[in-house]
């Protein structure tokens, strides 16, 4: 089994910045693509940003220049650096990883989630 676990959402006033972490943790062999996504009330879930093993990025329009995912292999552990927040990024924002098993085995799984609130 494999858990990734969430931290570093809150509230924030509009500009302010937030750091998320996503642990992942159980049996891994190894970690390719790991990335985070959002979803807004009454929204889909969408894509952020993600990051290979390698350390290639990429992201979503509406956070470029703003958001700066990252990675620490060692720790098997993603970050999302979050500088100039704005009211529309408020959701629930999701870890996903696509691990490699101890029994060789790909799977896809994602985090229980973080609340960001950005007030205006």
């Known amino acids: 089994q494999v858990q990734l676990v969430e931290s570093g959402g809150g509230l924030v006033q509009a500009g302010g910045s937030l750091r998320l972490s996503c642990a992942a943790s159980?049996?891994?062999?190894?970690?390719?693509?790991m990335g985070w996504y959002r979803q807004a009330p009454g929204k889909q879930r969408e894509l952020v940003a993600a990051?290979?093993?390698?350390?290639?990025?990429n992201y979503a329009d509406s956070v470029k220049g703003r958001f700066t995912i990252s990675r620490d292999n060692a720790k098997n552990t993603v970050y999302l650096q979050m500088n100039s927040l704005k009211p529309e990024d408020t959701a629930v924002y999701y870890c996903?990883?696509?691990?490699?098993?101890?029994?060789?085995?790909?799977?896809?799984?994602w985090g229980q989630g973080t609340q960001v609130t950005v007030s205006s």
């Open positions: 990051i290979t093993s390698g350390g290639s990025t």
């Open positions: 996903n990883a696509d691990v490699v098993t101890t029994h060789l085995r790909a799977y896809n799984y």
């Open positions: 159980g049996s891994i062999f190894s970690i390719n693509a």
